[in-house]
């Protein structure tokens, strides 16, 4: 017995204390979201009830509809099209030449060592501007603040793709070729195929950091009827309200990893295709 804990016992205490350290936030959410008087201070680690009223309080004293729809639309198409434009933008960086390509790369891999709040003030004032000549792309909407997302992710994802692209052999592209397909077919119907993984991966961790925002969304979203999930959630239990809606807070919470489950089971085939394929790689 004392050989066994000291070879392999304590591994499976550490395990233990590990599971028990993470599950512990979880359980308590769960126990407040269900819990019937709905506060802070009646919440427990071990739930001593079970109700959907802050579930339904949720979903009709609140604006959380609006919010949920607002951030799985602005989630869903940032992620789409930063993953489509950083496809056609590791493409050229991995099988074009072209004069700027290193400075492009270098360049793209130094402004991601600014966060992108630095800029926070002048994309404030530059909104500002857009909003009283275009206010379809402007402070509270979709399409403003998509393209707010746009700019900040567009560079990681550049060069997560740039790496993948480039272990895609060269000769496919030069046989491609010499049958007469163009840059445009070779990329849509031969390596846009290969690299599904890496798209999956980019798509994913594009979704989970928009739909998890808060920072720039609270600033450029300030109307009630265009915030997403984190902005209004916040605002639930901000201050004084603590303490009385931190039930209906829990139970948003749970609704709120809804749409990050789902995405990740439609892209769970990709990425399991991707890893076993680079496991027998050789």
């Not at 395990?15 to 008087?37: E, H």
Request: charged share 10%; glycine share 10%; aromatic share 14%.
């Amino acid at each position: 017995m004392k050989r066994w804990m000291k070879q392999v016992g304590w591994r499976h205490a550490v395990g233990l204390l590990a599971v028990a350290f993470s599950l512990g936030p979880i359980l308590f959410v769960l126990s407040a979201a269900f819990n019937p008087l709905g506060t802070l201070s009646s919440s427990q680690l071990m739930p001593t009830g079970l109700s959907f009223g802050n579930f339904q309080k949720l979903l009709t004293d609140t604006d959380f509809p609006k919010w949920f729809l607002n951030s799985v639309v602005i989630a869903g198409v940032a992620s789409a099209v930063s993953v489509f434009l950083s496809a056609l933008a590791a493409y050229a960086f991995s099988r074009r030449r072209f004069r700027g390509r290193r400075v492009g790369l270098l360049s793209l891999l130094l402004i991601q060592m600014f966060p992108q709040f630095l800029a926070v003030v002048a994309i404030f004032l530059i909104f500002g501007t857009i909003t009283d000549y275009w206010p379809s792309i402007g402070f509270n909407t979709w399409w403003g603040i998509i393209l707010l997302y746009l700019g900040g992710a567009l560079g990681v994802s550049t060069w997560l793709m740039k790496g993948f692209f480039d272990t895609v052999p060269r000769e496919l592209d030069e046989s491609a070729t010499v049958d007469g397909a163009s840059h445009v077919e070779i990329f849509f119907r031969i390596l846009l195929p290969l690299v599904a993984p890496v798209l999956a991966v980019t798509g994913l961790l594009a979704f989970i950091s928009t739909i998890n925002e808060f920072v720039l969304a609270n600033i450029f979203l300030t109307d009630s009827g265009s915030k997403t999930l984190s902005v209004g959630l916040w605002g639930l239990v901000a201050a004084e309200q603590r303490n009385t809606n931190f039930g209906i807070f829990c139970a948003g919470t749970l609704l709120t990893a809804i749409p990050t489950v789902l995405v990740f089971q439609m892209l769970q085939r990709y990425i399991v295709e991707g890893l076993t394929a680079g496991a027998v790689k050789g």
